[in-house]
Nanobody
Framework: QVQLVESGGGLVQAGGSLRLSCVVSGLTFRTFAMAWFRQAPGKEREFVSG????????HYDDSVKGRFTISRDNAKNTVYLQMNSLKPEDTAVYYC????????????????WGQGTQVTVSS
């Protein structure tokens, strides 16, 4: 049974930082590309960042470039999202997702999802 379990969300003031983690079990983690998506109330789920199976290639939406950093530890089956300089518009439920091999920005192309973790940024 595949499980993706996110943690690290919370309430933070604008300008603050949070680090999200996603622990994966039930699949060969090192062969999967991982991504973070987010969904704000009343909005579509959107791509935030992705990382290749090896960790050599990372991708970011323009809205988070320079502020967020994605990384992975294949020995711990974990992917991280370091979020700095947070803004109120970053408020959303953040989901990690997995798909074979390559990162894509389309949520429908991901095979496995976590339950999400709430991030709230106050102004």
């Amino acid at each position: 049974q595949v499980q993706l379990v996110e943690s690290g969300g919370g309430l933070v003031q604008a300008g603050g930082s949070l680090r999200l983690s996603c622990v994966v079990s039930g699949l060969t983690f090192r062969t999967f590309a991982m991504a973070w998506f987010r969904q704000a109330p009343g909005k579509e789920r959107e791509f935030v960042s992705g990382i290749s199976w090896s960790g050599d290639s990372t991708h970011y939406d323009d809205s988070v470039k320079g502020r967020f950093t994605i990384s992975r530890d294949n020995a711990k089956n974990t992917v991280y999202l370091q979020m700095n300089s947070l803004k109120p518009e970053d408020t959303a439920v953040y989901y990690c997702a997995a798909r074979k091999l390559v990162v894509l920005a389309t949520s429908a192309l991901y095979d496995y999802w976590g339950q999400g973790t709430q991030v709230t940024v106050s102004s």
